[in-house]
């Protein structure tokens, strides 16, 4: 490191700006590439130590900035709306047989009955449901 300093100091004397910019971005570029494997183990260790203090600065964040979030989610599904119900339409056709499965999957009412979960919030507003419920 020390000497790493010193050459940047004699190339000062006789370089412009510019190319000491252009040193500089080269030499960390090759920093962080040489130390690749031990920057992400820092980084990793570091989410690691401070996991509590990162979800809670994420959730304050995301409490400061709800309205700008949810601006920016709904532009982005306003201005990616094909491509998005395109998604939709590829995982439910590659999906068909589970999802239709668990929609015909036999679940157990909070009033006893059996029904399947696709009619399950419909047969939760039926009478019998309503009574068995009483
Ligand atoms: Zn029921």
Redesign the pocket.
């Known amino acids: 490191m020390r000497e790493m300093k010193a050459s940047i100091n004699n190339h000062r004397a006789y370089t412009s700006p510019q190319e000491k910019r252009e040193y500089d971005r080269q030499y960390h570029k090759e920093y962080r590439e040489s130390n690749r494997e031990e920057l992400q183990k820092y980084i990793k260790e570091y989410f690691q130590a401070n996991k509590e203090q990162i979800t809670e600065y994420k959730k304050d964040y995301q409490q400061a900035n709800k309205e700008a979030i949810s601006e920016k989610q709904k532009e982005y599904r306003q201005s990616n709306k094909e491509a998005i119900s395109e998604k939709q339409k590829e995982y439910r056709q590659s999906n068909k047989e589970a999802i239709s499965k668990q929609k015909s999957e036999p679940v157990e009412?909070?009033?006893?009955?059996i029904?399947s979960n696709q009619n399950l919030a419909q047969?939760?507003k039926?009478k019998?449901?309503l009574n068995?419920?009483k």
């Open positions: 009412c909070d009033c006893g009955c029904v047969h939760k039926t019998k449901h068995n419920l």
